[in-house]
Every structure is written in C-alpha cells, then in structure tokens.
C-alpha cells in the first residue's frame, strides 16, 4: 500500500530518502514541493528520475483539488470545495482581513456532533480526514491565491478533537521548518466541548489559541441544540475552558451562536456573563446564518447589540463576528450540500 507524503514529519521524509540510497538534502526538497502544492512525484523535477520512479512504488501525494469555488464580490472572501481522492468533498473558506488571509479548514467529512444549527452534520460522519488532507486544502488555496496565509482557523465541518491524533499530526507538520512555518500562536482550533481531549490538548503543550462552541448556557437547552452536552455538561466545560486559559496563560474564546427565539434572550445574557466573569475569555457572537434543512433564524441588528451590552457591563471582551461575503454566504457545509444535490439530481 502507497503512502502519501504529505502526512509526513520531516524526519519522516529524511528517513525515507535514506532508506532509497539518497542523500538528506533530498528531504529539504521534497519538502520544498510539498509546500509549494505539487500534486504529483513527477512534478518534483530537481529529483533524478530513477528516484522519482523509486517514490512512487512506495508513495503518493494526496488528492486535495478545487471542485467548485465561489468568490464574494464585496470582501474577496472564498469559498471551496476541494475533492478528495475518494471523491468526497469538503469546504475550505479563505477571509482577507486586514493582516492579511485566514484560512477556515475541515478536519472530516461531515460531522457525527449532531449539532442542530449545523448543516455539516446532516448526514452524519462519514469519514476523518488525513493530515496530509487537512494540510493539503491549505497548500491547495495559498495556490489558488498566489500569496502566504499565516493565519488558521480550524472550525470547518467535523469536530477536530474527534479526530485528535491526525489534527495533532497536522499541527506539526504545518509548523515544520521547511514547510509552511506556521506559528501554533496563529492557529485556532474550535470544539464543541470535548472535554477530556481539551485536557489533552492542554497536557501537550502546544501553544495554539483554543475556541469552544458554547451557543446556550443553560444545561437542558444545551442538550437539546448540541448533544455533545449530554456526555460532557456545561459546567465541566467552562471548568475546562478556564483551566486551560490560567496554564497556558491564553485567552479563551467562547462562540455563541445567536439563534432568534433560541439563544438570543437578553436572560440568557446575564447567565453567560455571569458563568465567565473574572476569567480570561472572549465570547465572540455569531449571528446564525440560515440552513435550509432548519427552521433557525437570524436575530436583528438591535437584538444583537443588545446582547452584546448586557456582556460588556461583565467586563468581558465580546465582539460580533463580523459577516464575510455575504454575497456568497451560506450556514457551514451549506455549499458542500447544496453541490452534493444538484449533482445527485
Ligand atoms: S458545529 Fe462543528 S461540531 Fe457541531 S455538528 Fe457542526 S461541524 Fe460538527
């Protein structure tokens, strides 16, 4: 069975051209084209054909390719669908701020958390993504872009701690001297509320910021819009997310989905601050965008800003994400089913 390349750590790579009869330097330059987005062993020219023949008994490059993109006219947000070499697909977003691109990935293809606000999770998981997948849709749309991306989100479908080894592989391999050279401090990884992976996260010591998917503050409501809170409940969860911020020193951001008639009572408000006052935290507001398979809605500007009051007289830092390509937009894995139907039909 063939391996693909872009799952490996440098000292992976270096240890596979050893074993070929070649000498180190090798590895820096397959490492070089992995990072420059080559597709296939053929593509790395500087290798001495034989060699080239030689890694492709052995070794592959994972397919990560653009599907369908759409692009905002307002904001030059993108969104992809990248295909895989299964033929599934997920969506890969690219946000131009100010400092520059952020790239919003996936780590599966669907997602198992059943959360009730999320179109990703519709038909359930139906597979973890490798590392060399997770990092291949970066590699793909810097591409795409022609420019760096230094900044990363991991919040796309799938809930990254339920695919924990290979997201961990893929924090070390997008940090690697001679790949892409990212800084932990600009990756973000967002969880639903698992809490012992959390725990783990924290136990490894890599310094990347973390986000946790709060969305209600009451136990039973929780349960009932995000299932997760069944196994895990909210107060072994804000125990965590605080834990977590007073070791690595490393403000954590609470998301809160803002659902008309659901989360978004001025009540609910008072509970947040109360449940995250004195700690070091952001809450970041979302106002949810519409899913066609749910009856959710988004609430007005002035319900929003209200909300966001009742949170700044906590002292807490709370900001409302801003709305990115609004022409394009849809809820997360939207794009993913709206192509997946009208290439069914
Ligand atoms: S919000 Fe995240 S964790 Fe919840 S179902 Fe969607 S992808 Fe999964």
Request: glycine share 8%; hydrophobic share 35%; charged share 30%.
């Given at each position: 069975?063939?391996?693909?390349?872009?799952?490996?750590?440098?000292?992976?790579?270096?240890?596979?051209?050893?074993?070929?009869?070649?000498?180190k330097?090798?590895?820096?330059?397959?490492?070089?084209?992995?990072?420059?987005?080559?597709?296939?062993i053929?593509?790395?020219?500087?290798?001495?054909?034989?060699?080239?023949?030689?890694?492709?008994?052995r070794?592959?490059?994972?397919?990560?390719?653009?599907?369908?993109?759409?692009?905002?006219?307002l904001?030059?947000?993108?969104?992809?669908?990248?295909?895989?070499?299964?033929?599934?697909?997920?969506?890969?977003?690219?946000?131009?701020y100010?400092?520059?691109p952020?790239?919003?990935?996936?780590?599966?293809?669907?997602?198992?958390?059943?959360?009730?606000f999320?179109?990703?999770?519709?038909?359930?998981?139906?597979?973890?993504?490798?590392?060399?997948e997770i990092?291949?849709?970066?590699?793909?749309?810097?591409?795409?872009?022609g420019?760096?991306?230094?900044?990363?989100?991991?919040?796309?479908?799938?809930?990254?701690?339920?695919?924990?080894?290979?997201?961990?592989?893929?924090?070390?391999?997008?940090?690697?001297?001679?790949?892409l050279?990212?800084?932990?401090?600009?990756?973000?990884?967002?969880?639903?509320?698992?809490?012992?992976?959390?725990?783990?996260?924290?136990?490894?010591g890599?310094?990347?910021?973390?986000?946790?998917?709060?969305?209600?503050?009451?136990?039973?409501?929780?349960?009932?819009i995000m299932?997760?809170?069944?196994?895990?409940?909210?107060?072994?969860?804000?125990?965590?997310?605080?834990h977590?911020?007073?070791?690595?020193k490393?403000?954590?951001?609470?998301?809160?989905?803002?659902?008309?008639?659901?989360?978004?009572?001025?009540?609910?408000?008072?509970?947040?601050?109360?449940?995250?006052?004195?700690?070091?935290?952001l809450?970041?507001l979302?106002?949810?965008?519409?899913?066609?398979?749910?009856?959710?809605?988004?609430?007005?500007?002035?319900?929003?800003?209200?909300?966001?009051?009742?949170?700044?007289?906590?002292?807490i830092?709370?900001?409302?994400?801003?709305?990115?390509?609004?022409?394009?937009?849809?809820?997360?894995?939207?794009?993913?089913?709206?192509?997946?139907?009208?290439?069914?039909?």
């Amino acid at each position: 069975m063939c391996v693909d390349l872009r799952s490996m750590e440098y000292y992976e790579v270096e240890e596979v051209v050893l074993n070929l009869g070649e000498k180190k330097y090798r590895a820096k330059q397959i490492y070089n084209f992995l990072a420059k987005g080559v597709s296939s062993i053929d593509e790395m020219y500087t290798l001495s054909k034989d060699f080239r023949e030689k890694l492709k008994e052995r070794y592959y490059i994972c397919k990560t390719d653009i599907y369908h993109k759409l692009e905002s006219n307002l904001d030059g947000t993108r969104k992809y669908l990248i295909e895989l070499g299964d033929g599934n697909l997920i969506e890969t977003v690219l946000m131009i701020y100010k400092n520059g691109p952020s790239i919003c990935l996936s780590t599966q293809v669907g997602c198992r958390m059943g959360c009730k606000f999320c179109a990703s999770t519709v038909d359930g998981l139906v597979r973890n993504l490798t590392p060399g997948e997770i990092i291949g849709q970066m590699i793909t749309v810097q591409k795409d872009l022609g420019e760096r991306i230094a900044n990363i989100v991991i919040m796309g479908s799938g809930e990254p701690f339920d695919n924990f080894d290979n997201l961990v592989k893929f924090l070390k391999l997008v940090h690697e001297d001679y790949g892409l050279q990212i800084g932990y401090r600009h990756i973000t990884i967002s969880t639903c509320g698992l809490v012992p992976k959390i725990r783990e996260m924290e136990k490894l010591g890599i310094p990347i910021n973390l986000a946790i998917s709060l969305h209600q503050v009451e136990q039973n409501k929780r349960e009932e819009i995000m299932p997760i809170a069944k196994v895990y409940d909210i107060e072994e969860l804000i125990e965590a997310g605080k834990h977590y911020a007073n070791v690595t020193k490393r403000r954590v951001t609470y998301e809160y989905a803002l659902i008309e008639g659901v989360t978004d009572s001025l009540e609910e408000a008072h509970k947040l601050g109360s449940l995250l006052k004195g700690s070091l935290s952001l809450i970041n507001l979302i106002p949810i965008n519409p899913i066609k398979e749910k009856s959710f809605k988004k609430p007005n500007l002035k319900r929003v800003q209200a909300f966001q009051k009742v949170l700044l007289n906590y002292h807490i830092i709370t900001t409302v994400r801003r709305e990115l390509g609004s022409d394009i937009n849809g809820a997360c894995g939207q794009l993913r089913r709206d192509v997946i139907n009208r290439d069914k039909r």
